[in-house]
C-alpha cells in the first residue's frame, strides 16, 4: 500500500490541525494504521495507531487527550485530529501501514518494525 501524508502546517500554540492519510490499494481495511513523528535530532517516536474497523485506538502518553486518530475505510485515509498543540508537538509526522499483525495489542502498535509501509511525512510546526 502506498501512502500520502498531508495537513500539516504552521500553527500557534493550543491550536488544532488535522493530518490526513490517503492509502492506495485494497488492502487499507485489513491494515493497522499508525502515526509516528521525528523531531530533529530524535528518534521516530509512536504517536497513535488504529485497528481494523476503528477499534480499537492507541495513543501515546504524551498525545492522549489532545489527539485522535481516525479512519474512513470507504476513502482509504485515516487522519489525525491534533488539539492543543504545543511547541514541542513540532515534528514531521508520519502516517504507516502494518498489513501482517493479525493480533494486536500496544506494544505492537507503537512499534515502528510492525509497519510494512511509510507515508513521506508532513511537517508540523508549532510556535509558542
Known amino acids: 500500500v502506498q501512502l500520502q501524508a498531508s495537513g500539516g502546517g504552521l500553527v500557534q500554540a493550543g491550536g488544532s490541525l488535522r493530518l490526513s492519510c490517503a492509502a492506495s490499494g485494497r488492502t487499507f481495511a485489513s491494515a493497522i494504521m499508525g502515526w509516528f513523528r521525528q523531531a530533529p535530532g530524535k528518534e521516530r517516536e509512536f504517536v497513535a495507531a488504529i485497528a481494523w474497523s476503528g477499534i480499537p485506538t492507541y495513543y501515546s502518553d504524551s498525545v492522549k487527550g489532545r489527539f485522535t486518530i481516525s479512519r474512513d475505510d470507504a476513502k482509504n485515509t485515516v487522519y489525525l485530529q491534533m488539539n492543543s498543540l504545543a511547541p514541542e508537538d513540532t515534528a514531521v509526522y508520519y502516517c504507516?501501514?502494518?498489513?501482517?499483525?493479525?493480533?494486536?495489542?500496544?506494544?505492537?502498535?507503537?512499534?515502528?518494525?510492525?509497519?510494512?509501509?511509510w507515508g513521506q511525512g508532513t511537517q508540523v510546526t508549532v510556535s509558542s
Open positions: 504507516a501501514a502494518d498489513l501482517r499483525t493479525r493480533v494486536v495489542r500496544m506494544a505492537i502498535a507503537a512499534s515502528r518494525s510492525s509497519y510494512d509501509s
